[in-house]
């Protein structure tokens, strides 16, 4: 029975990766770390899992939780890694964490684009990026894995086999996002408020996210050469569910739809979860939202000849929480796919 710790377990993607593996029987979740809510039962807090997951909160003491389990899966924001990560490391605990922390080959990027000296840079030649689909192998063998953000995944998956196959330029690539309301976190910050979201739709972030570096050093080590990109993400007045549009100059002329479709298909055939969406079918959010799988369409518009990428996901999904379990699954020598062939909500 594997036996797993999950630090920062009462935000969103915490309560997602409950859900999930609340219910598995190779897995036994044996600490829940909330400071906020120490001592309370977890199903106090999301009464959804009541009679189904109601061990009490434990609180942040590293010595503690360490000798519960031998998998940690860290939910916290960025910069706190400093506190947590390097001991369970010196503990002998593998580690998956959400922040973005370790998600950077370059420290001097991480502190550039997150105002903040990092907290642990000691750590980042450790650190595997945890999209499967790029690093499945390594993420095997991983100590320290960093999921990947939810944009990031849309965003390269959508542009993967293209720029890996040289179909595309590597200049110009624009990206045009949006995310639910659930990608901010469990917050009551005023702007997210619903009276300010409900029928409301925004761009955010528009030149300076986060997120666009992180992209960025993706692509370019697929393309192995510098790509920058235009990354514009918005907000939609729905709970969960992201969507990128990708736009990519082809590199030679005379490409269509179907050529690139092909191409799309063969590159993806042996990855679970990644769907290649028939020639005239676009993904859209409810196809997606409480799965672990994206949807990717192409569309060649062949009097600019450029190549137009939609793809969707479900950002507390392979966003962030299902795609960490189907790291956990790989680290820990399990079928890559268990618990997760779920299909998505819809409804």
Not at 54 to 81: N, R, W, Y
Not at 131 to 147: G, H, Q, S, T, W
Request: aromatic residues 8%.
């Amino acid at each position: 029975m594997l036996k797993v710790g999950i630090i920062g377990a009462t935000g969103y993607v915490g309560a997602e990766i409950l859900r999930l593996l609340s219910t598995r029987k190779d897995i036994e979740i044996t600490t829940i770390v909330s400071n906020s809510f120490v001592g309370q039962p977890y199903s106090s807090v999301y009464p959804s899992l009541r009679g189904v997951f109601d061990m009490p909160c434990d609180e942040l003491d590293i010595d503690k939780v360490a000798q519960k389990a031998d998998f940690f899966i860290t939910a916290l924001p960025h910069g706190v890694s400093n506190d947590v990560i390097p001991s369970l490391l010196e503990k002998g605990k593998r580690v998956i964490d959400h922040s973005a922390d370790f998600r950077f080959r370059d420290v001097a990027v991480y502190e550039k684009w997150y105002k903040a000296v990092h907290p642990a840079p000691q750590l980042i030649n450790q650190a595997v990026y945890g999209l499967p689909e790029l690093y499945r192998d390594k993420i095997k063998a991983a100590r320290l894995v960093a999921d990947p953000g939810c944009y990031p995944t849309c965003s390269i998956l959508g542009i993967l086999p293209a720029l890996k196959e040289k179909l595309v330029s590597t200049k110009g690539i624009i990206i045009d996002a949006t995310s639910g309301v659930s990608g901010a976190g469990r917050k009551s910050e005023l702007s997210y408020a619903f009276c300010e979201l409900d029928e409301n739709f925004k761009a955010y972030g528009v030149s300076n996210h986060r997120h666009t570096p992180e992209i960025e050093q993706e692509l370019s080590l697929i393309a192995g050469e510098e790509v920058l990109v235009s990354f514009t993400p918005h907000l939609a007045p729905i709970k969960r569910g992201m969507l990128a549009t990708s736009y990519l100059n082809l590199a030679k002329d005379g490409v269509t739809t179907q050529d690139v479709h092909d191409l799309y298909e063969e590159f993806y055939k042996d990855e679970p979860f990644i769907r290649v969406l028939p020639v005239g079918q676009l993904p859209e959010t409810k196809y997606v939202a409480g799965s672990n799988y994206i949807d990717i369409s192409v569309v060649v518009e062949q009097r600019l000849n450029r190549l137009i990428v939609v793809s969707a996901l479900d950002n507390l999904g392979k966003g962030s929480a299902s795609q960490a379990i189907q790291a956990l699954n790989l680290m820990a020598g399990l079928d890559e796919t268990e618990g997760l062939l779920t299909p998505a909500l819809y409804l």
